[in-house]
């Protein structure tokens, strides 16, 4: 009884905990006295106020969360915070859209990357800090936070926690209370953040840029304050503190707290997934550098290898950085890092994708019905790291891979619909589902999305919030079972 006041109940103690994480781009607009102070203390006050009073109206509704309310309160966080996040970019930025800000904050909060937005140097610099620092909470997740400190949310804090958490084994515990292992997850993110700072700083820039360059490299979302992105620095030490922490971000926070655990740096190896993704980003950088020198684009071969690899990982990671524009490369090799960063980063990492867990898992289950093809009567179950894999966990990856398949084809032709060209259609969708950030063609690197109707920026949008959440958490509020009582 009452499902919608007790979620909103909930709702109102996360907008509160977002109104209060706005004071970090405030500090960097007070020190810096940029004109960006008064929509930061507007945007703090309004989100302040509507938070608290939707949590004081509907207090006296709180309870034990059941498994539905978990999805709905997810979606609904989800939709609502990048509306406040869009406050202070709307009362900044002159000429903005609504459309455009909550893209723009949407973009942030799913760590995708996409931007409206030119003219990022002459930014106020805590408008940077705001979508930069976005990335960085949405990229392990705003409600895993809100689980690891509010004590409240403790109640259903479980079913809140796997709605969030990316991929397909969501039952595995790491502790037996989920507050706790959310406080653990979010102790390693803040540990490897940290280092990631200091490592850019140490590097060349400035300490503003590397708090920000940090929070879009270990949410792997790939804002930049620079127009240019890293080819601002044009810095091969720089690019490799990027993609050393890239790489890092790409396998699930979740194997290295297993790994602080124990005191052994052999999970991260037993660890198939973690394994996988090391492999396809190798063996895609061995074939990319070979494939760009052959065809003229770089002088010599370590030229090609440095702009590959950087490329190859902030792709393939689904963090979107360039250094230059890689959509001048064969498009062979511009396909093939989107097409890495649809699957290559692990689950419970802050990446995109569908996760290569699940591209482990359908080549097994492939495998294995070619196998009962030619011995009908085999019984040969699929095993994942020395474990059965539960024949619901597979079900429910070929139920994922449908809906994934589903939602590209429906979003390009949308964007079809709408007049928009072939390679950009297609490109968006996919950058924006897999919450990759940069497409092809109008979406393209050297470009940005500021170009797109304001219904096609909505359909990018909706992407985002589809691939972020994974789809099912989102699709399954669109069923009619769901809401039969």
Known sequence: MNTPLAVIALVGRMVVLFALLMVVPLGFALTEHDQAERPFLIAIAVTFGAGLALSLATRRFRRELLPRDGFILVALTWL???AFAALPLLLAIPGLSVTDAYFEAMSGFTATGATVLTGLDQLPQSVNV??????WVGGLGII???V???PLLGVGGAQ???????GPMKDAKLTPRIAETARGLWVIYFSFSLLCFFAYHLAGMSWADAFMHMCTTMGLGGFSSHDASFGYWNSPRIEAVAVFFMMLAGVSVAVYFLAWR??????LWRNVEARAFVIVIVGAIVLISAYVRYFGHYDTYLEALRHTVFHV????????????????WPLFASLLMILLGCFATCAGSTGGGIKMVRMLLLLKQSMYELVRIVHPNVVKPVVMGGQVVSRRVLQNTVAYMMMYGATLVSLTMLLLFSDLDVVTAFTAVIACVNNIGPGLGEVGPAVNYGSLSDFQTWVCTFGMLLGRLELLAVMVLFTPQFWRR
Do not use: H, N
Request: with cysteine; proline share 2%.
């Open 148 to 150: 690891a400190i509010l």
């Open 262 to 267: 124990q005191r052994s740096l052999r999970v």
């Open 160 to 166: 809140l926690f796997k709605t969030e958490m990316a």
């Open 144 to 146: 895993v936070l809100a």
């Open 313 to 328: 990982v902030s792709i393939g990671t689904t963090t979107g950085y360039a250094s230059q524009d890689y959509a001048q």
């Open 80 to 82: 609502v915070l990048p």
């Open 130 to 135: 705001w979508r930069c620092f976005l990335m």
